[in-house]
């Protein structure tokens, strides 16, 4: 894999429309929250905006969001799973349409993790929702 080329508005991860979806490795830019899709849904409805990218794998019935590289090395929640170092996350590009999509695309300035508490809390509710 190539690393994603870099854009002065965009993440440094984020793949090209030419390239299609990428597999980005964790642990260097983000770590990966990876959810089943009915939780996550859930989930995006309690913290809307206040999210950061957000994608959706409809052959895997699954979302991931991006955090901070550890911050969430210490989450024990029913139905998450943290992605770290030595894992990889399938990235579609800005506006890509297939079974791989966002849910909330990056925005195209500023910081495009979500806040884990934010998320942590969120995912905490669903869980028990």
């Known amino acids: 894999m190539s690393e994603p080329a870099a854009h002065p508005a965009r993440p440094a991860w984020l ?5 299609g979806v990428c597999a980005v490795p964790c642990g260097r830019y983000f770590d990966a929250v990876l959810v089943d899709a009915f939780d996550a849904v859930r989930a995006l409805a309690r913290i809307r905006h206040r999210s ?63 806040r884990p508490a934010l998320l942590h809390i969120a995912l905490g509710e669903a869980g028990r929702g």
């Open 15 to 19: 793949p090209l429309p030419a390239a």
């Open 52 to 114: 950061g990218p957000v994608i959706e794998d409809q052959i895997a019935d699954a979302v991931t969001w991006f955090v901070p590289v550890g911050a969430a090395d210490a989450w024990q929640l029913a139905g998450v799973r943290v992605l770290r170092r030595g894992h990889e996350v399938r990235v579609p590009p800005p506006g890509w349409q297939g079974a791989i999509r966002w849910l909330m695309e990056p925005p195209a300035v500023g910081d495009c993790l979500t």
